[in-house]
């Protein structure tokens, strides 16, 4: 069965330190894997996709993520953290027909000064 | 630029109540799709609606229905409102072949 595991369900980090958030999938087929972002009481915003080709992807505000197929992975990455980044952020894969996806439980970021 | 929007950015209401919360989008987009948030098990589908008028079950159907009468605005239906639905609800809209889905700002729903 499809399904998107993100281990941490929370994670403290220092202003200008490095990101890593981990993601792993389970999918049949060549996945399409996004990563979202969601600010305090807002909707989700796309930070990047996977679709094929490349498989380190650059996404917007600084974060890129890697798609490694032998690892059933698509971790995101930002070199230098910023306050702004404080937020919670959803792992993603699919098609599962007519466009659904499967949403991971999220990994909350807090930022530290 | 997209734009998906929610009814209502809160709201409370009383257990037995009827609710609903209405989604516009703005990009002609065929798919449209309604899910809840909460706190540890992310986002989980209700309903979707791939065209006018159609409608699929998502994987937490029970106690909501949905209408979809205009290709704009997708709307879900708390029949009889339950404490257990007091939940943030997320709407998002796709246009046909491509993943990607597009958020609205949420309605956060409150039951008492």
């Known amino acids: 069965a499809q399904s998107v595991t993100q281990p941490d369900i929370h994670i403290t980090v220092s202003e200008g330190a490095s990101l890593e958030l981990r993601c792993n999938y389970s999918?049949?087929?060549?996945?399409?894997l996004f990563w979202y972002v969601q600010s305090p009481g807002q909707g989700l915003q796309l930070l990047l996709k996977?679709?094929?080709?490349?498989?380190l992807v650059q996404g917007i505000k600084g974060f890129e993520a890697e798609f490694k197929r032998s690892q059933s992975s698509f971790n995101l990455r930002k070199p230098s953290v910023h306050w702004s980044d404080a937020a919670e952020y959803f792992c993603?894969?699919?098609?599962?027909?007519?466009?659904?996806?499967?949403f991971g439980a999220g990994t909350r970021l807090a930022v530290h000064p | 630029d997209v734009k998906v929007t929610q009814s209502s950015r809160y709201l409370v209401k009383r257990t037995g109540e009827k609710v609903f919360l209405e989604c516009v989008q703005d990009?002609?987009?065929?798919?449209m799709f309604w899910y809840r948030q909460d706190p540890g098990l992310g986002l989980r589908l209700i309903y979707f609606?791939?065209?006018?008028?159609?409608?699929e079950k998502g994987d937490i159907p029970e106690g909501y229905s949905v209408s979809r009468e205009k290709k704009e605005r997708f709307s879900l239906i708390l029949e009889s409102a339950s404490t257990n639905q007091t939940s943030m609800y997320l709407c998002?809209?796709?246009?046909?072949?491509?993943?990607?889905?597009?958020f609205g700002p949420g309605t956060r729903l409150l039951v008492l």
């Open positions: 998002a809209s796709s246009p046909q072949g491509q993943e990607t889905q597009y």
């Open positions: 999918y049949g087929a060549t996945p399409y």
């Open positions: 996977y679709f094929s080709g490349d498989t």
């Open positions: 993603a894969v699919g098609p599962l027909g007519y466009n659904k996806l499967i």
């Open positions: 990009m002609d987009h065929e798919n």
């Open positions: 609606s791939y065209d006018v008028k159609m409608k």
